[in-house]
């Protein structure tokens, strides 16, 4: 056992496999939250530096976190954390333990994190949350010398539906300020990264809700995924077993598209036996794999 990381239970594990292709987004992404939840308070916090509550906007969703490294080194990575939600819902403190966990991981790993808060579709429309993103980063860079971060190695990272947002503002350029994206890389975990309104989705009066469309080539336009070509940003992708329905066929389409595109696959990861809030919850326990990748993809982006 790793003794500065929980074990993820037998129960728990237990209880994941028997939920398995019978999952449920409105019943249990909250049992996951809550049973991972109680996983991550069982050691002792690590020494990190935590900034909370930086407003960048006057909407009270506009704030961020930021998790810093306790030593004093120069030059880091950040990966800038956008959690998901399915558009109308969420929180970038969902619980008192996620989504801190994500960028707790990486600031005990050498790495910035950045927990962004931003605004939902019953407060803004498509392109407002990818602008809201887009502002982190801009502060991100700006910051960057007070935070110890190196200017060329931020990474954003999205989750869910926050992997729209995310995907947004790193591979549609119409999203970009003059000066270019400010990426390094971009990092999907289980990621929305296709609009849609498929008879599947059981989220599509939400997507319709954010993007103000339900017209097929709309759609089309505004998602991620359409947007990738061979100059794109370096991205990691991760998607689980037992996925929101269609997920698993977003990222695997974005996958194909940046391979044909670029000539190469991205770097994948498929979680057997975990679920679509598995895959982000289960981050800073002592099951690493997700969490190494990430970290090897950080320190080498391609």
């Known amino acids: 056992m790793d003794q500065q990381r929980p074990d993820i239970p037998n129960e728990l594990r237990e209880l994941m496999a028997e939920i398995g ?44 976190d930021v998790y810093l490294p306790a030593d004093s080194e120069r030059g880091r990575a950040a990966v800038l954390f ?15 333990e996620i989504y801190a966990n994500v960028v707790r991981y990486f600031a005990r790993n050498g790495v910035v994190g950045i ?21 982190v980063v801009a502060w991100t860079h700006e910051h960057a010398d007070e935070l110890g971060i190196d200017r060329h190695r931020v990474f ?17 350029k119409r999203r ?11 990092l999907v975990v289980s990621g929305r990264v296709r609009a849609e309104t498929l008879p599947e989705n059981p989220n599509a009066h939400k997507v319709v809700t954010y993007y103000g469309t339900d017209d097929p080539d709309a759609l089309a336009d505004v998602s991620p995924v359409a947007h990738v070509d061979a100059s794109s940003v370096p991205t990691f992708i991760a998607w689980a077993e037992f996925e929101n329905p269609l ?8 996958a194909f598209r940046l391979a044909q595109a670029k000539r190469r696959s991205p770097p994948l990861i498929w979680l057997r036996g ?29």
């Open 21 to 64: 292709p019978r999952w449920s987004p409105a019943k249990h992404v909250k049992l996951m939250l809550e049973k991972f939840s109680d996983v991550h308070r069982m050691p002792p916090t690590e020494d990190v530096d935590i900034r909370a509550d930086i407003a960048y906007g006057v909407h009270p969703r506009q704030r961020f």
């Open 82 to 96: 956008v959690h998901g939600g399915a558009f109308l819902d969420g929180h970038r403190n969902r619980t008192d």
């Open 115 to 135: 927990n962004i808060g931003y605004r939902l579709a019953d407060d803004t429309h498509y392109p407002g949350a990818t602008e809201d993103v887009a502002a």
């Open 156 to 172: 954003l990272m999205g989750h869910s539906a926050g992997a729209a947002h995310t995907g947004s503002y790193a591979y549609d």
């Open 176 to 186: 970009h300020p003059a000066a270019g994206s400010g990426l390094a890389g971009h």
């Open 247 to 254: 997920i698993d066929m977003h990222c695997a389409e974005l």
């Open 274 to 302: 975990h679920n679509h809030t598995s895959t982000i919850a289960h981050i800073n326990t002592s099951e690493d794999l997700l969490g190494r990748a990430m970290l090897n993809f950080i320190a080498d982006p391609r």
